[in-house]
């Protein structure tokens, strides 16, 4: 079992930032690839970003590709997304997900933990 906690959500204006934390727990953290996911009110939920065991490798979607960075601490247990030029379509619920072994996971169905949830919300 992996336990994931997600932190950093708010209130932000368009073009300002916001740093997400998700902090692990349970089995070894450095095992599992590891995403965050977004999911707006009325939509599906989407895969915004992922990262490897090592942080070798990332994947972006165009939507966020060059504004958002994810990034991971395998001694803290801990990924993060850093979220700069935020704009209002940015606005959802964001969730930080834990997907076993060494390869990106790109498909929501890969994952098997998940976090809590944390808001987003971008004014305009």
């Known amino acids: 079992q992996v336990q994931l906690v997600e932190s950093g959500g708010g209130l932000v204006q368009a073009g300002g930032s916001l740093r997400l934390s998700c902090a692990a727990s349970?089995?070894?953290?450095?095992?599992?690839?590891m995403g965050w996911f977004r999911q707006a009110p009325g939509k599906q939920r989407e895969l915004i970003a992922t990262?490897?065991?090592?942080?070798?490798?990332?994947y972006y979607p165009d939507s966020v590709k060059g504004r958002f960075t994810i990034s991971r601490d395998n001694v803290k247990n801990t990924v993060y997304l850093q979220m700069n030029s935020l704009k209002p379509e940015d606005t959802a619920v964001y969730y930080c997900?834990?997907?076993?072994?060494?390869?990106?996971?790109?498909?929501?169905?890969?994952?098997?933990?998940w976090g809590q949830g944390t808001q987003v919300t971008v004014s305009s």
């Open positions: 997900a834990a997907r076993p072994g060494y390869v990106l996971g790109y498909y929501e169905t890969e994952y098997e933990y």
């Open positions: 349970g089995r070894t953290f450095s095992y599992y690839t």
């Open positions: 990262i490897i065991w090592s942080g070798g490798s990332t």
